[in-house]
């Protein structure tokens, strides 16, 4: 390897209790560069899809890119990849802090799990070596007390620890993993599968160095980007309030999360904003590895009422949304209770968030009352429902084991004909967003590997009105049109190629941040990194890296194609189609997501009836086996 790798994929068997070291192969690089480019090539080729997603035969892949553990800013990243509990379809969680690069420091580039353990176990990786260690010390713990007796168990408090809570152990459909206290792998169960795995944490420190191909010219580079954020306007906001500034914005255009999304205006709104949060309780502010924008927040400063002394890292803008404007309550304390209390309980934020708002509106409709959910009050904005339910799940207790199953399982087979209060997209809640006022993310919701998915293809030049950064990535004769939120003119356009740049940031892999919000990197960018990295001069050719990131989109389409994801998947929910906004500066506003799907299969080169891959863009993407795959299962159209 000539630069940014490590050369090598660590596997772990857990059945038998071994560990593999196997060569990275040089074929996979170039074609998929890193993170989720290896992980949907290993796993369509490894997970078959009859494969149960709790069962041994699911493979937990952890993957890191050329440019973790650089001095590239916001490289600390790290992902994790499996078939999801929650959705049954591709599934895959980013998250921050300083374990990726730790993985790279001990001499890997990727870390494939299989099989089950036995019992409870720990995975120690120290620098070269691998250790599969007995857990039955931490196994109940929460995910707070597991890392730091695992720290005391292994004998180094810098170790980076990956870990599940209750949650997990109980194989909640969305639990998650927490690396480094409160940076959460949130999304699509992937905790669960460490749990189906009696996996409780992952532990990892190294002493290796990741060299660069080109030093100088790498530091140069770097030292440029990191300046170019530093003086962004947004970026510096980012730096002071971190993503709940998030919330004054969505309040203005409309589209922040109300009422399990039945509007995108909440009257309180000023008493969770990041002005209040930056106020009256801020204290403390951390970055991830490599990090100049440092938008992680400690937050507590509670001095009195039930929540006196809550202290936590956060809540970002999504967790905010999930107990604040969505369950109607505008108690921030509150909201700092739930986010520590989901951290510590292993449970992602969006989805419980989302399974409470959607339990909320059943009960506020009569469809569902306290006898249904063991003696509880759900009523609209109660703290004690929320966190009284929380527990519940977590522990998979009394109602709380059907609520761990999510909100599509419980419209359809619990709580049968209620899907019209099922915010979720192939499974997964919905996010902070609202197509009505922001077409794009409609789209993006519908079409997304994951599901209802905010991270992977989020177009914010026409949320926040970038009409110089549009024109420069999309054309100016694509204005003023491309800018306008309400419009699906050209949205299929800029969902599409997004997708395929965030795809290869994915790769990389980068940070969300000074890629997509702020507008501060493109491909241009890491047309020039890349090279000076690894020194494969084809990553130096923006249409090949671009090729790279369609070739990823297109594979996960794929691995959801066998699965029996079609046209009829892409879709949402009604509220968002046929119920306009009922308020506020959307005030009328409905999706019209046919128009913008048929527009985007185009572009993508999938067929119009089926949503399927069409043969012609699989052989020029260079899928040819793949092709053959499809072929053999008639899941190519024509």
């Not at 074929?27 to 709790?54: C, H, K, M, Q, W």
């Not at 309400?486 to 290869?504: C, F, I, P």
């Amino acid at each position: 390897m000539k630069g940014g790798y490590m050369g090598y994929i660590l596997r772990i068997d857990l059945t038998r209790g071994k560990t593999f070291r196997e060569k990275l192969d040089k074929t996979l690089i170039r074609n998929y560069i890193g993170g989720s480019g290896f992980a949907v090539r290993i796993l369509y080729d490894e997970v078959a899809p009859e494969t149960d997603p709790l069962s041994p035969g699911n493979k937990l892949f952890i993957g890191t890119g050329p440019l973790t553990g650089t001095l590239w800013p916001s490289s600390g990243r790290f992902m994790f990849a499996a078939k999801s509990p929650l959705t049954g379809i591709w599934g895959e969680s980013h998250v921050g802090g300083q374990f990726g690069p730790e993985i790279k420091y001990c001499g890997y580039d990727a870390v494939i799990i299989e099989g089950r353990a036995s019992k409870p176990v720990y995975i120690l990786l120290y620098d070269g070596d691998v250790e599969i260690r007995d857990a039955s010390q931490v196994w109940g713990l929460n995910t707070h007390d597991a890392a730091d007796s695992l720290k005391d168990m292994v004998g180094n408090r810098d170790a980076a620890v990956a870990c599940i809570g209750p949650a997990g152990e109980k194989m909640v459909r969305y639990a998650n993993v927490i690396v480094s206290y409160g940076d959460a792998a949130g999304r699509t169960g992937i905790g669960a599968v460490m749990g189906s795995k009696n996996l409780k944490a992952i532990v990892a420190k190294g002493y290796r160095e990741v060299k660069v191909y080109d030093p100088e010219r790498f530091i140069e580079l770097a030292k440029e980007a990191h300046r170019r954020i530093k003086e962004h306007p947004q970026a510096q906001q980012l730096a002071r309030y971190g993503t709940p500034l998030l919330v004054s914005v969505k309040q203005t255009i409309g589209e922040l999360p109300t009422k399990n999304h039945w509007t995108g205006v909440f009257s309180e709104f000023e008493k969770i904003c990041e002005e209040t949060i930056y106020k009256n309780y801020f204290v403390a502010k951390k970055g991830c590895f490599g990090c100049t924008v440092m938008c992680k927040k400690f937050n507590d400063r509670v001095e009195s009422g039930p929540y006196k002394g809550v202290a936590t890292q956060g809540p970002e803008y999504e967790t905010v949304m999930a107990f604040g404007s969505n369950i109607l309550n505008s108690n921030f304390p509150f909201i700092l209770q739930c986010n520590l209390l989901c951290n510590q309980l292993g449970l992602d934020t969006i989805s419980a968030g989302g399974v409470i708002a959607y339990v909320m509106e059943l009960y506020e409709n009569g469809i569902i009352n306290a006898s249904d959910l063991d003696g509880v009050k759900a009523e609209w904005g109660s703290e004690e429902a929320v966190l009284t339910l929380l527990e519940k799940i977590a522990r998979r207790e009394g109602i709380g084991d059907k609520l761990a199953m999510g909100v599509r399982w419980l419209s359809e087979e619990y709580w049968k004909g209620t899907e019209r209060y099922a915010m979720h997209v192939k499974g997964m809640e919905i996010s902070g967003q609202d197509g009505r006022t922001h077409r794009s993310i409609g789209l993006s919701h519908a079409t997304a590997a994951r599901g209802a998915d905010h991270l992977r293809s989020l177009v914010t030049i026409d949320q926040l009105g970038y009409e110089e950064v549009a024109a420069e990535r999309f054309g100016k004769d694509k204005l003023p049109e491309i800018c306008d939120p309400k419009s699906e003119t050209y949205k299929a356009l800029a969902v599409k190629v997004t997708e395929d740049v965030y795809a290869l940031r994915d790769a990389l892999i980068v940070c969300w941040y000074t890629v997509s919000w702020p507008p501060i990197f493109w491909v241009e960018d890491f047309a020039r990194i890349l090279p000076a990295a690894t020194g494969l001069e084809e990553f130096g050719s923006v249409e090949e890296l671009m090729l790279i990131g369609e070739r990823q989109v297109n594979m996960k389409r794929a691995f959801n194609a066998r699965l029996g994801i079609s046209r009829k998947d892409d879709t949402l929910p009604e509220r968002f189609t046929k119920e306009p906004m009922p308020e506020g500066p959307g005030k009328g506003e409905t999706v019209d997501l046919d128009k913008m799907l048929n527009e985007y299969y185009e572009l993508r080169g999938w067929d119009l009836e089926t949503g399927l891959i069409k043969e012609e863009t699989l052989r020029r993407l260079g899928l040819t086996n793949v092709l053959e795959d499809l072929k053999r299962r008639n899941l190519v159209p024509g």
